[in-house]
C-alpha cells in the first residue's frame, strides 16, 4: 500500500516553540506509523527552516524524494494561537514555497504508481500548486480530499471544484456548516447534509469529525457514527490529520467501517490529550484507550 500527501509543509510557531508541521506531513508521518508506505509532494525555500524540515523528515523515515527546493520564496511558516481550551486557530503566511508546486513527470509517476493521493484546499489557493494538483489528480487512482478550511484561503469554486475531484471527503463539523451555507444545502441533519454533498460530488465516502462528539462516517450508502472519547485537550494540531490517516488505513486495508472510524477517533483523542501533532502510539496503547473508555 503506497499513499501519497500533497501540499504544505511548514513550521507551527507557537507561543512558547516551533515545531515541524502542515496536514500532509502529519498525514505522511501517522499513515508510516501504520506500516503505510507513504510520501509527500511539496515545496520548501533554500533556507534553514527548509533545511531543517528535510534533516526531520530523513530523521522519521520518510523520504524526502519529491521536495522541491524554492530558490525564492521561503519555507511556510503558521502562528498557532490555543484559546481558553487549547484549540487551535492559525495564522498563516503567504506568498510561500508550497504555494509554487512545480509541475513535473517525475511527480505525475509519484501518483501514477500510488494506490491514493490525499490532498486539502490549502495548498490551492495558489494558482501554481492549484494547477499542479488539479493535473496531479488526473492521474490517481483515488482521491482522498481533507477539506480543511483555513480563511481566507479558499472560494466556493475551489472547493467545488475539489470536492467533485474526490473519491472520498473528510471535513470537520464546523466545514460542513460552512459548506452547507456556500452551496445552498438547506438539510437540518448531519446524515442529511451528507447525503447532500454526497449527491452533490457524485461520492459516496464522506466522514464528517465532531471534535469531543466523535465522527460520522458515510461509506457505500450506510452510516457508521463513534460518540468520542473523552479526554483532557492538551492541544488539537493534527488531531484530525491523524484520524484521517486512521481511518483511511483501516478503509483501504479492508477493516470493517466500524472498527476503522472507532480507531481514527481514538487517535485522534490521544493526539489531542498530547503536545504536538506527531505523537507514537502502539497498536497496544491504541487498543488500552479504546477499553479504558
Not at 73 to 80: A, D, M, N, P, S
Not at 173 to 179: A, N, Y
Not at 180 to 199: M, S
Request: a negative charge; hydrophobic letters at 40%.
Amino acid at each position: 500500500m503506497k499513499i501519497t500527501c500533497y501540499g504544505e509543509v511548514l513550521w507551527d510557531i507557537f507561543p512558547e516553540h516551533k515545531k515541524i508541521g502542515g496536514a500532509p506531513l502529519n498525514v505522511a508521518l501517522r499513515l508510516k506509523s501504520m506500516g503505510i508506505n507513504s510520501s509527500i509532494i511539496t515545496k520548501i525555500g533554500n533556507d534553514e527552516l527548509g533545511r531543517d524540515i528535510i534533516e526531520y523528515v530523513e530523521e522519521h523515515g520518510l523520504s524526502p524524494h519529491n521536495f522541491q527546493i524554492d530558490q525564492v520564496h521561503k519555507t511556510g511558516e503558521v502562528l498557532v494561537i490555543l484559546d481558553e481550551e487549547n484549540t487551535a486557530s492559525y495564522e498563516i503566511s503567504r506568498p510561500v514555497a508550497w504555494d509554487f508546486i512545480e509541475y513535473s513527470e517525475r511527480i505525475k509517476e509519484e501518483i501514477k504508481q500510488s494506490d491514493a493521493i490525499i490532498y486539502g484546499s490549502l495548498a490551492s489557493r495558489n494558482e501554481i500548486s492549484r494547477n499542479t494538483l488539479l493535473q496531479l489528480l488526473d492521474s490517481a487512482k483515488f482521491k482522498i480530499l481533507d477539506v480543511n478550511l483555513r480563511p481566507p484561503h479558499y472560494d466556493a469554486m475551489l472547493l467545488s471544484v475539489l470536492m467533485k475531484k474526490a473519491d472520498f471527503i473528510k471535513l470537520n463539523d464546523e466545514e460542513l456548516d460552512e459548506i452547507c451555507n456556500e452551496f445552498n444545502i438547506t438539510e437540518n441533519t448531519i446524515d442529511n447534509q451528507v447525503k447532500a454533498i454526497a449527491k452533490y460530488t457524485n461520492t459516496d465516502q464522506i466522514c464528517i469529525t465532531k471534535g469531543g462528539k466523535g465522527a460520522t462516517l458515510f461509506y457505500q450508502n450506510s452510516f457508521y457514527n463513534n460518540g468520542g472519547y473523552k479526554i483532557k485537550v492538551v492541544d488539537t494540531v493534527g488531531a484530525g490529520d491523524s484520524f484521517l490517516a486512521t481511518l483511511i488505513t483501516g478503509l483501504l486495508t479492508n477493516d470493517l467501517p466500524q472498527k476503522a472510524v472507532d480507531d481514527a477517533c481514538a487517535i485522534g483523542a490521544m493526539v489531542a490529550a498530547s503536545k504536538g501533532a506527531n505523537s507514537n502510539f502502539t497498536r497496544e496503547e491504541i487498543d488500552q484507550f479504546i477499553k479504558d473508555q
